[in-house]
Nanobody
Framework: EVQFVESGGGSVQAGGSLRLSCVISGRTFDDYGIAWFRQAPGKEREGVSCISGNGQTTYYTGSVKGRFTISRENAKNTIYLQMDNLEPEDTATYYC????????????????????RGKGTLVTVSS
């Protein structure tokens, strides 16, 4: 069974930091990018950042550029999202999923044949 398990969320004050982890089990996705998405109550899902399979290409949505850093350790099947200088607008449930990651954005992996994603981890930022 393929599983994506996110962790590292919590409650912090504005300006604080959190490091999210996404651990994948059941198969490897070294040939795929992995993205972090977030969804706040009442809002649409937003692609936050992605990293390519070899780690050489990354993408960040405008609101997190300069504050968030994505990385991956394929040997550990783990993807990280370091979030610094957090803002109340970053409050959401964050989850990871396989994607096609290009410098221009996050794209659906049509050749994967299935939708994979974890249950997410909640990040709450207070002002």
């Amino acid at each position: 069974e393929v599983q994506f398990v996110e962790s590292g969320g919590g409650s912090v004050q504005a300006g604080g930091s959190l490091r999210l982890s996404c651990v994948i089990s059941g198969r490897t996705f070294d040939d795929y990018g992995i993205a972090w998405f977030r969804q706040a109550p009442g809002k649409e899902r937003e692609g936050v950042s992605c990293i390519s399979g070899n780690g050489q290409t990354t993408y960040y949505t405008g609101s997190v550029k300069g504050r968030f850093t994505i990385s991956r350790e394929n040997a550990k099947n783990t993807i990280y999202l370091q979030m610094d200088n957090l803002e109340p607008e970053d409050t959401a449930t964050y989850y990871c999923a396989p994607v096609v990651c290009q410098s221009s954005g996050i794209y659906y992996p049509h050749d994967l044949g299935m939708d994979y994603r974890g249950k997410g981890t909640l990040v709450t930022v207070s002002s």
